[in-house]
């Protein structure tokens, strides 16, 4: 939870309780349905939280805006996201209910009032959204294809509407059909040598 504080030292106390409870909710609940890598609970607020908060080290959410995180799984990065920007909401969507049954245990005991979790396939989701942000769920291309119809026309903003992706390694044959891409290496933020080749990948869609 040190590492959290040290990069976002602005954060309100109320933010800093919710972040500092993720760790023992997720041992508790991942007892039951195995969510996370046993192993990577022991650097927990490295490889999920802070991870999952390099997007908001690039990027900031609007308030009023509608966030899809698409495969959340455990609830990364929404999770960690809807806590930093709490006026902001975000729809954690996966297709396996019994990890969504446990993002929706999290969200409940966090009392996330701006966080909904939906087991659905993200093709198949009828909403409509600003932005769309994912963790290793496939390829770019393939998650591009299942949400190219689920923005709204409009952007409530100056940033155009799009997806965030957080990803490690060369991603360069994955980036050939999008060459308006922009990349964020998170070792500029971050200096722990986990993050030297991970980055959040923006994306417009407009």
């Known amino acids: 939870m040190e590492l959290i504080k040290k990069y976002f ?37 490295q490889q999920h939280v802070l991870f999952c908060l390099g997007i ?7 308030p009023g805006s509608c966030v899809m995180d698409l495969g959340t799984g455990g609830g990364f990065p929404g999770i960690p996201l809807s806590i930093i920007f709490p006026h902001t909401e975000f729809i954690l969507v996966d297709s396996i209910s019994k990890k969504i049954n446990i993002v929706e245990k999290i969200i409940h005991n966090l009392q996330l009032k701006n966080a909904h979790a939906i087991c659905i396939r993200a093709e198949k989701l009828e909403y409509r959204f600003d932005f769309v942000v994912s963790r290793y769920v496939a390829k770019i291309e393939k998650i591009h294809n299942w949400i190219k119809n689920k923005f709204r026309c409009k952007s409530n903003c100056k940033i155009k509407n799009g997806s965030l992706y957080i990803k490690g390694g060369d991603l360069s044959d994955e980036l050939k059909k999008f060459p308006h891409a922009v990349e964020y290496p998170l070792r500029n933020y971050f200096q722990e040598s986990f993050f030297i080749t991970k980055k959040v990948i923006w994306i417009s869609n407009i």
Do not use: E
């Open 9 to 45: 030292p602005d954060l309100l106390d109320q933010q800093i309780n919710k972040l500092s409870l993720l760790k023992d909710l997720y041992a508790y609940w991942n007892s039951y349905v195995n969510i996370i890598s046993r192993r990577k609970l022991y650097n927990f607020y």
């Open 56 to 62: 908001a080290k690039v990027f900031s959410f609007f």
